[in-house]
């Protein structure tokens, strides 16, 4: 994939490893040339034959665990879908360009504004790229490569950092009552010994 010229080049290479074969994986599954087995499901997905998935056929991919909220019938009180990322990924091919949006927020926007929108890049120079229905031919890279947002409904979203940073926010606040009371009694004791020694 040309970056620069944002376009695919045709070209030919001597395959190298499984990775090498278009859509490995198959739908939303992840090829790592290096782990073992190559094929795992992105994120919030599980094989959608699970027989054939141990069996080392992974082409007929995975299906999601949780369907968007946009595409539930009843979508009261159920929160907003999200992205998970995976980095450092060979994205997928066919994507669209939108080279008007200049920052990853508007391209994050634009994706929940599509109910077909499956995931979203942003790339310095060739800006958002977003890819709707199934997402084939994903590769893990160990270096390189680019960071892919991959939408997800809120319940297998990883909440940890979100509680993680509340509990560090009512750690800080804690302390912070702890400390005023502290120099308050501290005052308070200052006082009423000076008191107690100008009487005596």
Not at 1 to 16: P, T, V
Not at 113 to 132: D, F, H, P, Q, T
Not at 138 to 146: A, D, H, L, V
């Amino acid at each position: 994939m040309d970056f620069q010229e944002k376009r695919w080049r045709a070209g030919w290479s001597a395959l190298q490893t499984p990775c090498d074969f278009y859509g490995a994986c198959g739908a939303f599954g992840i090829c790592n040339p290096r782990a073992s087995p190559v094929c795992r499901c992105l994120t919030g997905f599980n094989p959608k034959h699970e027989e054939e998935w141990n069996r080392g056929n992974w082409s007929n991919g995975c299906v999601r665990n949780t369907p968007l909220k946009c595409d539930m019938s009843n979508k009261t009180s159920i929160e907003e879908d999200g992205f998970h990322v995976e980095s450092l990924v060979k994205v997928p091919f066919l994507a669209e360009w939108l080279d008007s949006f200049s920052s990853i927020q508007d391209c994050r926007v634009k994706c929940l504004e599509n109910c077909s929108c499956s995931a979203y890049a942003y790339v310095n120079g060739i800006r958002c790229m977003l890819w709707k229905g199934d997402l084939i031919d994903i590769q893990k890279f160990e270096s390189g490569g680019t960071d892919l947002y991959l939408r997800l409904p809120y319940g297998d979203l990883d909440h940890t950092k979100d509680v993680k940073g509340q509990r560090g926010i009512i750690i800080g606040i804690v302390i912070s009552v702890t400390f005023i009371i502290f120099i308050i009694v501290t005052y308070i004791w200052c006082r009423w010994n000076t008191r107690k020694q100008g009487n005596a």
